[in-house]
């Protein structure tokens, strides 16, 4: 199982770094952004801003998750970590490991003589699983220093605390980890590297626009139950909202899809 977790990890190294990168730097770009609105608020700007920043559009509400304040430290600490950029990196990190964690062995050929080894398919896939719980784990860690910096360098980006802040990246790292989970469960049904990451990323988007139109519309709000980004819900978790709930829900998915997984693999046949 280590030889695996090492192994899936060695493969994606170069991807990883420049995922984790990546977060890092656009949750950086996007508060220092905030400097322009943080700095107007205790000038009493507050009162003349547009419209558009004091009350958003229920449709940018709906594609940043919910609720959005332009004008504190923690509404654009939630912005960063809801906005489509962030998803689409750390959805990247998630699946760089998942994905292709059987598809691509089956697709090469090559699963035979993995498997061979004293592995086992339970701890082929285990090692798999915690290879990408890794991944998201490294990129969540890049997209947290991007923060830090920015509440030592931008201004009022202080007034967040270390102590607010782990509640939100917990709930992104257990989507993340679910969505992976989801991923490897896919890929264990699949013979091929392209349908698995096909099939993972419909189903991703398909959950993502579901919680949008339920966010946008309200009588369809009970759809939003459905779909794993309800369950993270960055500003709430920053104004300390229960969190536990959502967890359970986010943790339930990743260890029903691993288990699923699990049953799976072990049943099929990896000629086909």
């Known amino acids: 199982m280590l030889q695996v977790f090492r192994q899936s990890l060695g493969q994606v190294t170069r991807a990883l ?5 990546g977060a890092a730097a656009f949750h950086y770009v996007v508060l220092l952004a905030s400097s322009a609105f943080l700095s107007a608020a205790p000038r009493g700007v507050l009162e003349n801003a547009p419209e558009f920043f004091t009350q958003p559009p229920e449709a940018i509400e709906a594609f940043l998750g919910g609720t959005v304040d332009f004008f504190s430290p ?5 912005s960063a970590m809801t906005h489509p950029i962030t998803l689409a990196i750390l959805t990247g ?5 998942a994905a292709g964690a059987v598809a691509a062995e ?16 339970a701890r082929f896939l285990l090692g798999k699983a915690a290879a990408t719980v890794a991944a998201v784990t490294v990129a969540q860690a890049g997209a947290l220093a991007g923060v830090l910096v920015a509440t030592l360098t931008v201004e009022r980006m202080d007034e967040v605390t270390l102590s607010e802040l782990w509640r939100p990246f917990l709930g992104s790292w257990l989507l993340f980890v679910a969505l992976g989970m989801v991923a490897l469960l896919i890929s264990a049904r699949s013979s091929l590297r392209s349908r698995a990451i096909g099939l993972t990323v419909a189903a991703i988007v ?5 919680n949008f139109i339920a966010l946008l519309i309200d009588e369809v709000s ?3 139950y459905a779909s794993p980004f309800h369950y993270f819900r960055a500003a709430d978790f920053l104004a300390g909202k229960p969190i536990a709930a959502d967890a359970a829900a986010l943790a339930g998915l990743a260890g029903v899809a691993l288990a699923t997984g699990l049953w799976w693999f072990s049943r099929r046949d990896l000629t086909r």
């Open 17 to 21: 770094i420049m995922l984790t990168l």
């Open 74 to 78: 923690a509404g654009w600490v939630a």
């Open 93 to 97: 990190a998630a699946l760089s490991v």
């Open 106 to 121: 089956v697709e090469r050929g090559t699963v035979d003589l993995v498997l061979v080894r004293p592995v086992g398919r």
């Open 206 to 210: 398909v959950w993502y626009f579901l």
């Open 222 to 224: 009970g759809a939003r």
